[in-house]
Antibody, heavy 121, light 112 residues
Framework: QVQLQESGPGLVKPSETLSLTCTVSGGSISSYYWSWIRQPAGKGLEWIGRIYTSGSTNYNPSLKSRVTMSVDTSKNQFSLKLSSVTAADTAVYYC???????????????WGQGTLVTVSS | QSVLTQPPSVSGAPGQRVTISCTGSSSNIGAGYDVHWYQQLPGTAPKLLIYGNSNRPSGVPDRFSGSKSGTSASLAITGLQAEDEADYYCQSYDSSLSGWGVFGGGTKLTVL
């Protein structure tokens, strides 16, 4: 079955750009929306945004000015960039597959195992 | 402050039934949008538990069930087991926030 794996630096300095990649295995990345979701320690889940394999994106309005997502279908990967990070961006970052294209019905499954990104100097 | 409101914690003894509520508004659950539930065991990623209000993915025991009415949804767990101790999150869509994934704040289930 489809599996997702996040990768990227675990430590990012304040004001710099956080960059993560999600590699999809066991299936094609094509014809699905793919999302990033984060979870600060001890807190709840926050949806960051999603990207379709055509490159079309939708971002959380609260993060939109700092988020860029991209997709590389040849590598079965999609990526997240979050600029001008602060300590408030410290969290476990998950990638996940959107199960349906209709936003009003969508759920997330499967999820990657998550990767902790700490923002600190 | 989460768009969807869940109780911070619930508890129950083994074998008992517990319910977890997820309260929204007219721009999300009350507008008819689907509600989904996730289980997050300690130190692991969330796992889909219920989708489309009341559907169980393959492999999820029928002890878990979901329902929706008005502006709220509920997750019920019967025959509580120690392995059910986890955080549970509801998720839906909110038309006022242009958000594809609005989550509840999560509920910690403790099995006594």
């Amino acid at each position: 079955q489809v599996q997702l794996q996040e990768s990227g630096p675990g430590l990012v300095k304040p004001s710099e750009t956080l960059s993560l990649t999600c590699t999809v295995s066991g299936g094609s990345i094509s014809s699905y929306y793919w999302s990033w979701i984060r979870q600060p320690a001890g807190k709840g889940l926050e949806w960051i945004g999603r990207i379709y394999t055509s490159g079309s994106t939708n971002y959380n309005p609260s993060l939109k000015s700092r988020v860029t997502m991209s997709v590389d279908t040849s590598k079965n990967q999609f990526s997240l960039k979050l600029s001008s990070v602060t300590a408030a961006d410290t969290a476990v970052y998950y990638c996940a597959r959107d199960s349906v294209s209709i936003a009003a019905r969508n759920w997330f499954d499967p999820w990657g195992q998550g990767t902790l990104v700490t923002v600190s100097s | 402050q989460s768009v969807l409101t869940q109780p911070p914690s619930v508890s129950g003894a083994p074998g008992q039934r517990v319910t977890i509520s997820c309260t929204g508004s007219s721009s999300n659950i009350g507008a008819g949008y689907d509600v989904h539930w996730y289980q997050q065991l300690p130190g692991t990623a969330p796992k889909l538990l219920i989708y489309g209000n009341s559907n169980r993915p393959s492999g999820v025991p029928d002890r878990f069930s979901g329902s929706k009415s008005g502006t709220s949804a509920s997750l019920a767990i019967t025959g509580l087991q120690a392995e059910d101790e986890a955080d549970y999150y509801c998720q839906s869509y909110d038309s006022s926030l242009s958000g594809w994934g609005v989550f509840g704040g999560g509920t910690k289930l403790t099995v006594l």
